[in-house]
């Protein structure tokens, strides 16, 4: 009998410890929030009742937590509103987006000190006196298990994440791919590795094939909405849509030390029946503000597109601006569509959220070939929206579709553009900065801001009417 109780003893002991090897890590990560403040209730909400489950969730965002809505980006300190509700939240850690940069290294640095979590990078290297208190990654250890999270931000084709240049003086960028190399110590420190990555969901399979010892990517920038998660190379990439739409639930199974199954699935945010009712009174007090509800005109038909809120911008600017004609990177417009009835500041400041100033330029017409070829080069292969009186066909190789050919760039009336004669062009300062076209004149910063120059435009016309409004530009891809 006593041979049998001391058998029992030793089954129950092993079994404890077998079940004690097993711990399932769960994750919520966000991605590319984009300053909605609106939804942060409903995923406070979500968060506390997952918590309420297991106390031990990590909630994690991939970056780009600002810039899009005026609410947040013009507070001061600038973002703050998002910083708070992620304090309330209780986020775990953060990466960078290129638009953390977007209120410069002093803006980032307070950003970083007013939170409860710590911003974890790899490959931004602020110089010290700047006083942005980053980490290259971050350790967790959750009952014995250690999760190790690297955070990584695009670079762009001037070797700093897209945002303007003088946002990132005096820190300095160190390539994506060779970062993780020098940090592969780290996985094999670690039972669970995230790759905290801002580089694009295309970049990310890269990482994947790269670097399969990553269990899991949380991938963001390119705003690709994905089922759950997806298996690539052996390592799961999760990504949702812009502006906290949905959440993503990641749970890892770890026995003996190795994640030895990975699932994720999709929480819907926006359409979430229950709010937390701490972060739903403190939106409320950040949307308390008059200012941003002024009505500037009126919108007679809706604006379906971005392409329609290009040729609008590029209008008002080349309008309020006297000049001949007007360009805007396609990334610089930030709404989708703009419906009828009136229009408000903060539409506008949503629309141009980057405190973007106006740059004027004299460029002959071979220039003005010159800088919208350049402004393609260094714009992910996308051409910038043009004012209306602008048209113009462009040819591609025929064994390489981004390739270009031909340019023909004529006026609305058909008129080929004189590449001798001198035209004055304005645009915003970010596309100012990535066009580093050879021109004589390489511009002057007017005082005043693209997004001033739009409401005023707008205050001077009382209504507009953009709808099928295009860039009247033919590409030719045969």
Request: glycine letters at 6%.
């Amino acid at each position: 009998m006593k041979r049998i109780y001391i058998l029992l003893v030793f089954f129950s002991w092993a079994f404890s410890t077998t079940i004690a090897q097993q711990r399932e890590i769960h994750i919520l990560s966000v991605n590319d929030m984009h300053a909605q403040i609106d939804n942060m209730p409903q995923l406070a909400a979500i968060v506390d009742s997952l918590r309420s489950i297991d106390p031990e969730l990590l909630v994690i965002s991939a970056g780009d937590n600002r810039t899009g809505n005026p609410i947040n980006d013009q507070y001061e300190p600038t973002s703050y509103p998002m910083t708070a509700l992620m304090n309330i939240i209780g986020f775990d850690c953060s990466g960078y987006g290129n638009h953390e940069f977007d209120s410069g290294a002093s803006g980032l640095a307070k950003l970083i000190d007013l939170s409860n979590f710590p911003h974890v990078n790899a490959n931004a290297h602020p110089a010290p006196s700047l006083g942005i208190h980053q980490i290259p990654y971050k350790i967790f250890n959750i009952d014995g298990i250690s999760i190790g999270v690297l955070g990584i931000v695009q670079l762009g084709t001037h070797g700093y994440p897209d945002t303007h240049p003088d946002n990132v003086k005096g820190i300095t960028f160190t390539d994506p791919t060779e970062t993780i190399e020098q940090y592969e110590w780290l996985t094999k420190r670690c039972n669970v590795n995230i790759l905290l990555s801002h580089l694009g969901y295309e970049e990310d399979l890269k990482m994947a094939a790269q670097f399969p010892y990553y269990d899991l990517i949380i991938s963001s920038h390119s705003h690709t909405q994905l089922k759950g998660g997806e298996l690539h190379d052996g390592v799961l990439i999760t990504q949702n849509t812009n502006k906290l739409k949905r959440c993503t639930y990641t749970t890892l199974t770890v026995v003996d030390g190795k994640v030895v199954k990975k699932d994720a699935v999709n929480i819907e945010v926006e359409n979430y029946p229950r709010k937390n009712l701490i972060a739903a009174r403190l939106v409320h007090f950040f949307n308390e503000n008059e200012f941003f509800q002024r009505v500037l005109a009126t919108a007679e038909t809706p604006f379906t597109s971005p392409e329609e809120l290009g040729v609008f911008l590029c209008d008002a600017i080349k309008c309020e601006g006297n000049a001949d004609f007007a360009l805007w990177n396609a990334g610089g417009v930030r709404l989708e569509k703009l419906d009828a009835g009136p229009i408000t500041v903060n539409e506008i400041l949503q629309l141009d959220p980057f405190g973007n100033m106006c740059v004027e330029m004299n460029l002959t017409g071979k220039e003005l070939e010159d800088i919208l070829y350049s402004c393609y080069q260094n714009d992910q292969f996308i051409f910038p929206y043009t004012s209306g009186n602008l048209m113009s066909t462009i040819t591609f190789d025929s064994m390489d579709k981004l390739t270009i050919k031909k340019m023909d760039i004529r006026t609305s009336d058909g008129k080929k553009l004189d590449k001798k004669k001198i035209y004055k062009v304005v645009t915003n300062s970010y596309t100012a900065s990535i066009c580093d076209s050879p021109r004589t004149d390489q511009g002057r910063v007017l005082n005043i801001g693209t997004s001033d120059m739009v409401m005023k435009y707008l205050e001077k016309k009382g209504s507009v009417s953009y709808q099928g409004k295009k860039c009247q530009m033919i590409l030719n891809r045969n």
